[in-house]
């Protein structure tokens, strides 16, 4: 019988991570019925932000990060969060949004291309057979709207630039010396991501000032505290634990779990070429978190330290 290789916590938190941004992307159209993207974003932002700090605060943690990481955090927030937030946002209007999702979650076979031809990392055969499956599975989920991605070819663009964007991000990140505790990270993210979308929303808004019904609040104040909150503190602290690629393949269940909510929620089809694509799915993850019995243990990845003992992305001692 197969046994796990991956640490308990991660895949408690892979699980975390799953349900909560998997059934964030059936509220995105609720949260957006009476305000404007840029204006969901730039309020859902730094709120998810100045949450995490306080959070952070109340823990004990300090909120200083070494002047040598900002450069470094910096950047790679640009790659990830601001890229993803304004590329994966206007790909969900220019086609349906679940499809949206769908690019988006190409991270994984980014990711994994990256590390092979630039980063130099040799790629196993069963990761490779991962990544194969994850690809089919986002083929197949992609074959139904051929249709919408030629009548607004920049939607699938933009959405294959959000996943490049993630992927990119979070590369940077894993092989950055950044012992600094993952809801410190995410909340200083969150604050810096705030900038240009905000700078953007004022730009681009029409300055009409209204007050949105309780229900509009509510999905927004949903999605700032679970989805962005927890989901992004979650999605780092995963990244500390695994390899960058083995955890971007373990990521590709959420368009999944979105796909099934969305069926739920909005009536979004749910045939043959979505369960083939979860089957394959299914099979990635499988390859990629366990491995034969009686194989050699998967190093953890070495961590850093932190004075408050809380998820620091790992200090690179030998490549990832």
């Known amino acids: 019988m197969p046994r796990t290789a991956i640490p308990t916590r991660a895949l408690v938190l892979l699980a975390i991570l799953t349900l909560v941004w998997g059934t964030n992307w059936p509220l995105f159209a609720f949260a957006v019925r009476e305000v404007s993207v840029l204006t969901f974003r730039g309020v859902s932002v730094p709120v998810c932000g100045l949450v995490l700090l306080a ?4 823990r004990g943690q300090s909120l ?3 002047r040598r990481h900002w450069r470094t955090i910096t950047v790679a927030t640009m790659f990830y969060l601001v890229l993803w937030n304004v590329t994966s946002t206007y790909s969900a209007i220019l086609i349906p ?6 690019l988006g979650y190409t991270m994984p076979l980014w990711s994994g291309l990256i ?6 990392e040799r790629l196993g055969t069963r990761l490779l057979i991962a990544l194969a ?6 083929t197949l989920l992609m074959i139904p709207s051929f249709e ?3 009548n607004a070819p920049l939607g699938l663009v933009l959405g294959l630039i959000a996943g490049l964007g993630w992927a990119i991000g979070t590369l940077i990140l894993k092989r950055a010396q950044v012992d600094v505790p993952a809801t410190v990270l995410t909340g200083w993210q969150m604050l810096i991501t705030a900038v240009p979308i905000l700078l953007g929303a004022l730009v681009f808004g029409d300055r009409q000032w209204f007050m949105p019904s309780w229900q509009t609040i509510a999905v927004i104040a949903y999605i700032t505290l679970v989805p962005m909150c927890i989901g992004n503190v979650c999605w780092f602290a995963i990244v500390s634990l695994l390899p960058a690629n083995v955890a971007g393949v373990s990521s590709i269940m959420v368009p999944m779990v979105a796909m099934v909510s969305g069926a739920f929620v909005h009536g979004e089809p749910l045939g043959p070429m979505q369960w083939a694509a979860m089957a394959c799915c299914a099979g990635a993850l499988s390859l990629t978190l366990l ?5 050699a ?13 809380d998820d620091p992305l790992p200090t690179r001692k030998d490549p990832p």
């Open 148 to 150: 919408a991605y030629a």
């Open 291 to 295: 491995r034969p019995a009686g194989a």
């Open 115 to 120: 590390s092979w031809a630039i980063l130099g």
């Open 55 to 58: 959070v952070a605060r109340l």
């Open 64 to 66: 200083a990060i070494p």
């Open 133 to 138: 499956l994850g690809a089919a599975s986002v």
């Open 97 to 102: 949004s679940g499809q949206s999702a769908v």
């Open 297 to 309: 243990p998967t190093p953890a990845p070495r961590m850093g330290s932190s004075p408050a003992g």
